[in-house]
């Protein structure tokens, strides 16, 4: 890894731009890339016809659900949480909400795919998400793109275990996520109307 934030930091100091090979080695969550994570998904946030973009941000999308079971584990394992970036995980959650809604539903599907199957595993986290895609689409106007990937979080809520009871107090993020995607269903009738 310390190889690819040498060849990174290079590259920006002689802006020579790397090629996506390059771009989709990188563990961007990495404490010494992760700078430039942001610059890198501005860059590409545009650039929606092109297939390395929408892999390097599917990449972003991995690596990021895996910060969130890093978390989950090391919170286990010592009780003590990581020093989070709320500001960055907040950035990055309307960097990939404003890239994917400006896709097709089947591509935005491809690309949101990590973090749509931790939906039932992470349900607060995906809800910053659902809350950020509704902002996105009330810019973009990309009903369909939006809803398709409404009813991904919805299924794979569904399909959970936690569905069954998210009441109980014991899954209260659950719950929270239940709760905003019943909004956006409720605003989703009322705009058919």
Not at 34 to 42: G, P, R, T, Y
Not at 99 to 119: G, R, S, Y
């Amino acid at each position: 890894m310390i190889a690819q934030t040498e060849q990174l930091r290079n590259h920006m100091a002689v802006g020579t731009p790397l090629s996506s090979e390059e771009l989709l080695a990188i563990n961007f969550f990495d404490p010494s890339v992760n700078a430039a994570l942001i610059d890198i998904m501005v860059i590409l946030h545009d650039r929606l016809q092109d297939s390395a973009a929408r892999a390097i941000y599917r990449t972003i999308a991995e690596q990021w659900v895996s910060e969130w079971e890093k978390d989950r584990e090391e919170n286990s394992r010592r009780h003590s949480r990581r020093r989070r970036d709320f500001h960055r995980e907040h950035e990055i959650s309307q960097l990939l909400s404003g890239f994917v809604m400006n896709l097709d539903p089947l591509e935005a599907e491809h690309v949101c795919k990590p973090v749509l199957d931790a939906a039932s595993r992470f349900p607060k986290k995906v809800a910053d998400l659902l809350l950020d895609l509704t902002l996105a689409e009330d810019q973009t106007r990309n009903d369909d793109t939006y809803w398709a990937l409404w009813q991904a979080i919805a299924d794979n809520i569904l399909g959970s275990e936690y569905f069954v009871s998210p009441m109980n107090g014991s899954h209260s993020d659950t719950q929270t996520l239940i709760q905003i995607s019943l909004c956006s269903e409720n605003l989703r009738t009322q705009l058919a109307a």
